[in-house]
């Protein structure tokens, strides 16, 4: 089954158009990843499958059309996003961020139990718990994002880029445990990326982003096997 289908997306900002009718799928319990540059327009992507902006096309997640419902809605659906840039409440402690992303929720012992599960996850985010987010390190931040987005017990995980600006051990811890939840417990994810590299090791299949298009998708080793595309999108 799948879990997001997205049949000619278009979607800009006010007369500039970004996306010119990508298509793409992530599969139940799938780990797609989209390569691009910048500019390529994987940010918009992100945003337009969120409701964040304006689009045109069909999004479904889960058999369901959800294409005019609001962000808030597809969240309920099951989609979170950890924006590009983190986007974490820097004024409010740790553990507000994380009841923050439990908003769809009722409260109650469940989603204090769900905060203790990623607490040991991300440990150095419950050492820090009851620390403002905007004094943690870049890498904690990143954590964070990911953790408060996961508070929601989405069913797809969208990741814009938690690797920008990380160290690479960082990236490399984050990248395992976004692995390790899509391994162990189903969850379906869509990586937006820039470091080939370590993306194509962990997806199950890629697609290639350029000005607005899908150029190419298939598996991690399909398309490492391509020397055009390996050499032109994926710099190894």
Known sequence: MSMLRVVGLSAGYGPVSVLQGIDLEVGEGEFVVMLGANGAGKTTTMRAISGLISRQGLVEVAGDDITK????????????QVPQ???????LSVEDNMLAGAYVRHGGHDVRDDMHKWFEVFPRLGERR???AGSLSGGE????????ALMSRPKLLLCDEPSL?????ITQELFGVLERLNRDEGLSVLLVEQNANLAMHIASRVYLLET????ASGTSAELSADDSIRKAYLGF
């Not at 419902?69 to 979170?80: C, E, F, K, T, Y």
Request: aromatic letters at 6%; proline letters at 8%; zero cysteines.
């Open 141 to 148: 931040q990143q954590m964070l994002a990911i953790a408060r």
């Open 85 to 91: 840039g983190r986007g974490t409440f820097p004024e």
């Open 69 to 80: 419902w609001s962000p808030d809605h597809i969240v309920r659906a099951g989609v979170a």
């Open 165 to 169: 600006g990380l160290a690479p051990l």
């Open 212 to 215: 607005g298009n899908i150029v």
């Open 130 to 132: 009851h620390q403002r």
